[in-house]
């Protein structure tokens, strides 16, 4: 549904805005720290450096680097 055809309008104030970015960027705190503590985490940082690289931790260290890239855009 569009929200021209919706009777119902977003709540677009600043302080709505402003507490939208806030939970926005706790959830992305929340998940780069489980990240960081996973097993996942722990063995695709270990594994490069050892074995070489693996599509799986690769994929791990990737979405570190870009939930770090995206906090640090929010908080500037």
């Not at 021209?4 to 402003?18: G, H, R, V, Y």
């Not at 270990?46 to 260290?61: F, L």
Request: charged letters at 30%.
């Amino acid at each position: 549904m569009r929200w021209k055809d919706s009777k119902i309008k977003p709540d677009l104030s600043p302080e709505a805005a402003m507490a939208n970015r806030t939970n926005l960027l706790d959830d992305l705190r929340a998940e780069l720290h489980a990240l960081l503590g996973s097993w996942g985490y722990a063995f695709a940082m270990g594994h490069g450096c050892t074995y070489g690289d693996h599509p799986e931790h690769r994929a791990v260290r990737q979405r570190a680097a870009d939930l770090r890239a995206r906090i640090a855009e929010m908080t500037q």
